[in-house]
Each structure stands twice: as C-alpha cells, then as structure tokens.
C-alpha cells in the first residue's frame, strides 16, 4: 500500500464550497471570498494556518508572471482574421470536395504590417500596429466543433470530466501577489458558465471569482462589495474579536483549521472592501488613458484587466462573445473585431508603456475557426459553419517571440498541416512561460495526479523568445 495516496488532502478537512454558500447567505465580499478561502487554508507542519495564495516559485525561472486570457467564445472566422487565403478565390465558383462544399473567399482585405510584415485582417487596423509584438498561431485544433465541449476544453483541457481551469492551475502553481484581491478574476464570465472558471477538484481558493461588467458603478460591479450596517471600524473590532478568541480556543483545545480558515476569509472580505472598489474604479485613470481605450464595454474590461494585473492579481480572463458566425460574415466578424480592435491594441500599448508587458502574457483565441466554405455547403448565406480542425490565435508579451507566425492550414483553411498546435500543446506552453514544466504541475486527487494538460502536451518552443 502507498501510504502517500492515503494521506489527508487539503479538502478533506474543510467542508464543501456548496455547503458552505447554502449555509451562509452572504453578498459577495461575504460569500464568494469566503468560498474563496474557506476550504484551502491548510495546517502547516507546526499547525500554523498556511494561506494557499501565497506567491510560490515555480519549476524553473518565469518569463511571464501574469495572464490576461481573451476569450472571443462563439468560434472566430481565422480565415478573415489572422489566415489568409487569397488563392480561394481561384475556386470560388465550384464545389472543393475536401472542403465538403462551395470555398467562401474573405471579404476582407490583408495588409502586410511592422516590421515583420505579417499580413492583418483589415478588420484589425488598431491591433495590427502590434503585430511586431504579437506570436500568430495558424495551426491551432481541437476535438469536436461544438461550442460547449470545446469552450471547456480551451479553458479546462478537457471537455467532458470535471476539471480545474486554467486560471485555476495557474493559481495554484505560482500563488498571487495581492492578498487583497482574488488571485483569478473572470469579467463577463457569464457568457460561458462557471464550468470555465471552476477550480473542480483543486482547492476552492484557486477558483476564479466572475465579474459581469466592469468598469462601472462599483455596487453593480460587485455586489454587496460594502456593509451598510457597519462603519469599517467596527468591523474591524468584530474581526479582531473573533481572531482574539479563536486563538483562546486554541489554547484550551486545538487549533481549528476550518475556524481558522472562516475567519481568513471574512478578513478578506473586510479588506476587498476598500482595494477591490479602488481596482475597479476606472475613474480614477487619466483622460489620456480613457481615450486610448476608448469608452466601451469591451474598453472598459480591458482597463480593468491591466488595472487589476497592476495590483498583483495572477491571471484575468476578458470573455468576449458573439463570434459565432453562420451568416452575414462580411458584416459581422467587422462588427465584433471593431468592438475589440482599439481595447486590445490599448491594452498593448498600455501595458509596454508602463514596463508591463514584458512579465505579462496575453493570449487571444476562441473555441474553434470557421469552414473555408459557405454555411451548409451551399452558397446560400455568405457565413461559415463550426470548424476544429485548423484555426488561429495568438499571443503576446510574458516571454513570447513577437512578429512571429507559427504553423499553417492547407491552401483552404481547413486542416492545420506545419507545425500543429492542440489545446494541450497551447496549454503547455502558457504553463512553460510562466516557469512551469507542464508535467510536473500535479494534484492528486482520487488515487492519481491529474495535470492541465492531461497525458498530453508538446511545449511550442518555436514562439518562446
């Protein structure tokens, strides 16, 4: 008998996040900080409470050190965005039986750009003036073209058991810098549901904590983030008391680790109330800055994510949506391209500007591409149907070899044939810029180590500066 894998784990001495939301009906700072924290705070060797979200080090030396994760969920068109295939129009008028149908050529027009003269979509004009930063990576696939299994398997690395997200994983290896705030924030995380953000088997205080909308009144933002009944004074005595005669308990009997771990959490909650209202607070960035963002949604998420990267939150995940695209493509993918062409190039420049970018990573990508064909096969709606089998992305900052292509589709678009990158390749090489060998980065859980990217992954050293 192995009697590592018969030893207390983390979560058997703490009750379930569940359990704990329906017995306290608390607001946000109360409740969802607390679920944060409650059930990961474990016992040192000398019975000391450890916080989970220290800053750790990780395997080897980082590149990156934070993550912001821009998930454009509905399956972007990577045939009129970062792979272009001008000779389709040779075959427009004819059926291509390897790609099941009548070849749709873009509508869009791709201009080499920077120095590296990579071509952009004419729907990125903003962001293509980074293309010098930025790593194109047109060989991405995945396993099946159905929105719900393959948006987990993008954020989870697997698409149908239970598993911790990547947000999650990356927590859980290197901690956060701000103790303050939650390690893992998802704004508009509604878009794809919480099995995105979950931490599942892992700790729940590796879970990601889900914004909506950011940017605005910071009681919509965050609800319940303050206490109307209370002055901060008070609650401060409160809090002091209960460490006061938790720690006389602890004399008495034992020390507790749930107790422990309550308490923790409520003295989260108490200091989010002023650090997450300041991170939040857009307001309080120069004109200058607001207007390089532009004064949108999506601009204001952006802000917010290099607002919140600023103070030492680990990784943020910006949810874009909308991207799935059956008809009208000439008008649609320009659409939702210009709600994030000038927030994402900001965010860029932004983060360079302020030293940032170097230690940050951005990642851009959705679940799947789009059918070099039209719609159905026929030619009836100028749109493109679900596609896994080659599509694009990209990355930039955090140790990645800008005004770079990585990868290739065939003349059509439609398999990745150089170069090929699955999930779990992509997966392995974000954890690799963040000084992380994918397949050490474990946790054991039910009688195995389980890891991000399954028993799979090839890190894409090609793109790694």
Request: charged share 20%.
């Amino acid at each position: 008998m192995n009697i590592a894998e018969h030893r207390p784990q983390p979560q058997d001495f703490f009750q379930t996040r569940r359990g704990f939301l329906n017995r306290f009906g608390m607001g946000f700072a109360g409740l969802s900080m607390a679920s944060m924290l409650g059930e990961s705070l474990t016992s040192s060797a000398h019975g000391a409470i450890v916080n989970p979200l220290a800053p750790r080090q990780s395997h080897f030396p980082a590149k990156a050190k934070h993550v912001i994760h821009i998930f454009a969920q509905g399956g972007p068109t990577h045939l009129d965005t970062w792979d272009p295939k001008p000779e389709m129009a040779k075959h427009a008028d004819k059926k291509v039986d390897l790609i099941g149908g009548t070849p749709l050529p873009s509508p869009f027009k791709f201009t080499k750009m920077g120095k590296s003269g990579i071509e952009v979509s004419e729907i990125f004009p903003e962001l293509g003036k980074h293309i010098d930063e930025m790593a194109i990576v047109r060989s991405l696939h995945t396993d099946i073209p159905s929105h719900e299994f393959a948006t987990v398997l993008m954020n989870t690395g697997s698409g149908r058991l239970v598993k911790p997200s990547l947000g999650s994983w990356v927590l859980y290896g290197l901690g956060t810098e701000n103790q303050n705030l939650p390690g893992f924030v998802a704004l508009g995380a509604g878009l794809g549901g919480s099995q995105n953000y979950r931490s599942a088997f892992l700790p729940g205080a590796y879970q990601g904590t889900p914004v909506q909308q950011a940017g605005g009144d910071i009681e919509k933002v965050i609800q319940n983030i303050r206490n109307y009944h209370l002055p901060l004074a008070e609650q401060r005595e409160q809090l002091d008391l209960l460490q006061k005669l938790n720690e006389k308990h602890s004399e008495n009997l034992k020390r507790e680790s749930e107790l422990e771990a309550r308490i923790q959490s409520y003295e989260l909650a108490f200091k989010m109330q002023t650090e997450a209202t300041d991170a939040f607070d857009i307001s309080k960035e120069s004109a200058a800055t607001k207007a390089l963002y532009g004064d949108t949604p999506m601009a204001r998420q952006m802000l917010t994510a290099r607002r919140l990267v600023e103070k030492g939150v680990r990784f943020v995940q910006v949810w874009h949506g909308g991207w799935d695209h059956h008809s009208n493509i000439a008008q649609n993918a320009r659409r939702k391209a210009g709600e994030v062409d000038q927030p994402i190039a900001a965010l860029i420049a932004d983060l360079k500007q302020r030293g940032m970018l170097d230690d940050t990573l951005i990642v851009w990508s959705g679940e799947f591409g789009r059918t070099p064909r039209h719609d159905r096969g026929g030619r009836a709606e100028p749109g493109r149907d679900h596609h896994n089998r080659g599509f694009s992305g990209w990355l930039a900052g955090g140790g990645v070899k800008g005004g770079t292509v990585h990868g290739a589709t065939d003349e059509f678009g439609y398999n990745a044939v150089q170069d090929k990158v699955h999930v779990h390749d992509l997966h392995a090489t974000i954890l690799a810029l963040l000084g992380f060998d994918h397949e050490k980065l474990t946790y054991r859980y039910n009688g195995r180590n389980f890891r991000l990217t399954d028993v799979y992954g090839n890190v894409v050293k090609k793109i790694i500066a």
